[in-house]
C-alpha cells in the first residue's frame, strides 16, 4: 500500500485545508499542490498573503517529506525546526509549490537508526500562473524518536 502523502497531511494539518491547499502530486521526496487566487486570501496588494504563501509552502514542504519518510511516523514524529524565506515578485493568481526533499532516506534513516534525532532539509518554489518564480523557501525538519 502507498501512503497518500498530500492526502495525509490535508488530513492532519486542517489549517492547510481551511486555506483551500490541494495536492497534484507526491511521491519520492517530491511534491507538488496548489492554492486558488481568492480575495480572501489577498493582502494589501491584492496578492495571495504572505502567510497563505508560508502555508502553501510548508504544506509542500511536508508532504514531499512524508512521501519519502512517512513509513516512519510508527516511530518518529516529523517536526519543523526552521524556515527562511525569500519573496522574488508579487505574487498574483493561482499559485502552485513545488517541495523536494533535499536529504537521501537513506542518510535520514541512518541517523534514526543509530539513535540520533537527524534533520534535513525540503526546498520549496511557489511560481504563479505564468511559471515565474515568485518566492523560495527552505524548511528544517527533524524526526523526532517515539518516547517508548
Known sequence: MTLDAGALLLQTVPFARTLGVTFDHTGDGRAVCRLADRPDLHNHVA??????LFTLAESASGAAMLSALGDQLA???PLTTGATVQYHKLAKGDVVAEG??????EDVL???DAGR????DVAVE???GEDAPVCSFTFTWTLRPNRT
Open 47 to 52: 496578492g495571495p498573503h504572505a502567510g497563505a
Open 110 to 112: 541512518a541517523q534514526l
Open 126 to 128: 511557489i511560481r504563479n
Open 75 to 77: 516511530r518518529a514524529v
Open 117 to 120: 534525532r537527524p534533520e534535513f
Open 100 to 105: 523536494r526533499l533535499l536529504a537521501s532516506r
